[in-house]
């Protein structure tokens, strides 16, 4: 008489396996090359200063920020990925026994991309086809352009409810936008590409 040897049969206990899938999935989808390099927006990036003035009625921010730049974001723009520039301006009449009022939430956007034929770098200002641009020699010279905020109307005074003072703030982000199609399928899940800086904050008195 024979007996039929029983199969083992090694199991893993279910609550051990997804811990283990979600520490190696981002080790399976990181190239090798990417791991433990600074990432593409490291340099210095802070709002150097920032004032609001009020001219015939209107509030008008002038700031200076400062970007970093390094040569993965112009290796980037040379093969074709567009960087959306971002300024987030708040601004709150100050209440002492309560809540700030909020007045003002308002986003300027910026974009910078590299146009190979001519060798320029151009800033458009806003996201669509028919804004504005300029074009510069250098990422440098574009840099120090898209830092420098000059008369730009945020508000109307009028609409500064109260006798104030008013607390403002102003914080400058750099994020990834357009990319070739190309490159859509390869980078789909980097998240280093996105950016702010502190908040500069100040008081307004009128």
Known sequence: MSFAHPTRRWSLPGRWLLPLLLTALPLLAWPPQVRGEDGPLDGEFVVRSASIVIESGVLDLDALIQYPDNDRIRGELNDGVTLSFEIDIQLARHRRFWFNEGLL??????????????????????????????????????????????????????????????????????????????????????????????????????
């Not at 910026?110 to 770098?121: A, E, G, I, K, P």
């Not at 151009?122 to 008369?151: C, F, K, M, N, W």
């Open 105 to 206: 939430d308002l986003r300027l956007e910026r974009q910078l991309s590299y146009h190979v034929v001519s060798d320029r770098y151009l800033v458009r200002e806003g996201s669509g086809e028919d804004d504005p641009q300029e074009s510069y020699p250098t990422l440098e010279a574009a840099l120090e352009a898209l830092g420098r905020i000059e008369h730009q109307p945020v508000l109307v005074e009028k609409q500064l409810r109260g006798e104030g003072p008013y607390d403002v703030s102003v914080r400058a982000g750099v994020r990834r936008g357009h990319l070739p199609a190309a490159l859509r399928t390869l980078a789909f899940w980097r998240d280093d590409w996105y950016r702010t800086s502190p908040w500069y904050s100040w008081t307004l008195v009128r």
